[in-house]
């Protein structure tokens, strides 16, 4: 059951009554001209066809919008991630965070970096020279380490070596001096 507008008076007529019960029009006729009414408006709105295109256009602005913060998170979040990962590794100050004895050894495959060199400056190749593992342990201010690695020797096969060095814990490394070598 609809409730309308009468079309001959103006008063509230319910579809199901036969006729107005203000002025007696046949209500079956107010439905045909109301139908018929209506006709020109579907027209009217296609011709207003702009009017939803540009409410479809408004909802498409707003889900690139969507898109577009969408992407901006995403970037953001990388940028954040990527800094975290690869920042502390190379701020100069996680560096300085770095206790000394920390210092003295790289970062990349915890070899003592001094260390290293000292090795290479006594070997018949430096060039053949595969660090293994380097191990170290401190007491009463001194570091004592050791290193396992790969080099050839005088008669040019690689071989196995392990170095037991000593060095200062407060220092830079650069006075590490080597105990033993087998
Ligand atoms: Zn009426």
Redesign the pocket.
């Given at each position: 059951m609809a409730i309308f507008d009468?079309t001959?008076?103006g008063?509230k007529?319910s579809s199901e009554a036969t006729t107005?019960p203000?002025?007696g029009?046949p209500v079956q006729a107010m439905i045909k001209k109301i139908a018929a009414r209506r006709q020109p408006i579907r027209t009217k709105t296609t011709t207003r066809n702009q009017g939803p295109t540009k409410q479809k256009h408004g909802v498409l602005l707003v889900l690139s919008d969507v898109r577009a913060w969408l992407v901006l998170i995403i970037i953001f979040c990388f940028f954040a991630w990527s800094t975290n990962l690869f920042g502390p590794k190379s701020s100069p100050r996680a560096v300085a965070a770095r206790s000394p004895i920390e210092r003295q050894f790289s970062a990349w495959d915890g070899s003592h970096i001094a260390l290293t060199k000292r090795i290479k400056e006594q070997l018949n190749d430096p060039g053949s020279y595969d660090h293994g593992k380097t191990v170290h342990v401190e007491k009463d201010g001194t570091l004592n380490i050791m290193v396992s690695f790969r080099a050839t020797n005088g008669f040019g096969a690689l071989v196995l070596q392990q170095v037991i060095a000593e060095a200062s814990a407060t220092g830079d490394g650069d006075d590490v001096h080597i105990l033993s070598q087998k």
């Open positions: 009468c001959e008076c008063g007529v107005c203000h002025c029009s």
